[in-house]
């Protein structure tokens, strides 16, 4: 069987792994860990860091075509394995969406096409940037220029002198300073686009972040209007194609109370909003993916069932505020109407880390709405 290669081995690249296979594909993983959710399931694991040459060579070896599933792999290895093999995403498209400086000044230089904007910001790079701030953009959150994931890397500010305090713990590296915003909800939008240039877009999600970290993805959005649906969706299909993309990409989008679109941050692979096509639409986000990089049409986006994912945090392992560790009760979660379960087979639970996620499809979004809301009663997560 033809080999497809994975730089990196969390959920995404299992999932992915799963689909490829699905479709006859073996699976190549590169993952510095011995010990990961795809190297699990995948024929061929390259133990070795992302940039070891030996190994970035095998993968090159043994794969018809390359993706990523790890945001912060080196761009430099993307473009290596890209002079060998076919690699998509682009090293150029992943360089971007690292680099929040680099992806701001995209999102500003794409805004004709794709009529949104990102927040008001500014780069923070010395005591003169910080002397220098518009009063406009405070309060406002410093974000880490690369490497920020789950609202790690963040830190939110008031004033100037907040600003000062929060770029020396940052250990004074280049930061970004953003404008906070007065958010009404939050959306994401899923697109694929070939090799050929043509591109899918998927339904709009909604999205619930706790503590930094995305809690459900509601699908259709309860408050998303067709009107801001369609502004996202030829926001995200402008971005890709002057981005000359080739793969699978999520936007994220804030909606103003105002209901102005703001473009957040886009992610160059899968996404956990688009957890829900793996049980909802004719095409899951990972199948599009083998798809994409295949260079084979792409599928349907079209999504059968309303759905609500949860993620499964491994604090559901804890009981109350306690140390101890227990499994979950899945057979309670499994009796609920429309559950999908979905454990990414990691065996040290712990706090904030992502283990799993649980989508209910159902014939109406209140009947999924429900199985929800038991399953966070089940899991002992507050409402
Ligand atoms: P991810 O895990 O999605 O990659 P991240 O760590 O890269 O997250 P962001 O998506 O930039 O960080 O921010 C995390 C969350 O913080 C957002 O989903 C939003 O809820 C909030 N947030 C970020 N920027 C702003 C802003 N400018 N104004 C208001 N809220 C914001
Ligand atoms: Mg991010
Ligand atoms: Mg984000």
Redesign the pocket.
């Known amino acids: 069987a033809a080999v497809l290669g994975v730089m990196g081995g969390g959920q995404l690249g299992r999932m992915f792994a799963h689909a490829a296979q699905a479709m006859g594909y073996q699976v190549a993983v590169l993952e510095p860990s011995r010990v990961s959710p795809a190297g699990q399931v995948a024929e061929h694991l390259i133990a070795t860091p992302y940039t070891d040459p030996d190994g970035l060579a095998e993968l090159a070896r043994q794969c018809v075509a390359i993706t990523t599933e790890f945001e912060n792999v080196p761009a430099d290895s993307m473009a290596w394995l890209g002079e060998r093999s076919f690699v998509a995403p682009s090293a150029s498209c992943v360089s971007i969406a690292q680099d929040r400086i680099a992806e701001k000044r995209f999102f500003v230089d794409c805004a004709p096409a794709s009529s949104v904007m990102p ?1 008001p910001h500014k780069t923070i790079a010395s005591y003169a940037d910080i002397d220098a701030i518009d009063d406009a953009l405070l309060p ?2 410093l ?1 880490t220029v690369r490497m ?7 830190v939110r500010v008031r004033t100037r002198e907040d600003v000062r305090a929060a770029f020396d713990s940052m250990g004074g590296v280049a930061c970004l300073l ?4 007065p ?1 009404a909800y ?1 959306v994401s939008v899923l697109t694929a686009r070939g090799a050929d240039g043509q591109s899918v877009v998927y339904p709009i999600a909604e ?1 619930v ?1 706790r503590d ?3 809690f459900t993805t509601t699908v259709p959005g309860p408050n998303v209007s067709a009107a801001c649906a369609k502004q996202a969706q030829d926001a995200a299909t402008a971005i890709v194609a002057q981005l000359g993309y080739v793969g699978v990409l999520c936007i ?1 989008f ?1 909606v103003l109370e105002d209901g102005t679109l703001v473009v ?2 886009m ?1 160059p692979r899968p996404h956990n909003s688009g957890h829900y096509t793996i049980d909802a639409c004719v095409t899951s986000q990972f199948a599009q993916q083998v798809r994409a990089m295949a260079r084979l049409p792409l599928g349907e986006v079209r999504q059968h069932s309303p759905a609500v994912m949860l993620n499964i945090l491994g604090d559901a392992w804890f009981e109350g505020d306690g140390d101890t560790l227990r499994e979950p009760a899945w057979d309670r979660i499994l009796a609920l109407p429309g559950a999908n379960l979905h454990l990414y087979g990691k065996d040290d639970p712990r706090r904030g880390r992502k283990m799993g996620h649980v989508t209910f499809v159902a014939p109406t979004l209140d009947q999924a709405s429900a199985s929800l809301r038991a399953a966070c009663a089940i899991l002992g997560i507050p409402e």
């Open positions: 927040a406002g959150i974000k920020g994931y789950d609202g790690k890397g963040q953003e404008k906070m915003l958010l939050e999205n972040h930094g970290i995305l994220e804030f957040n941050e992610a």
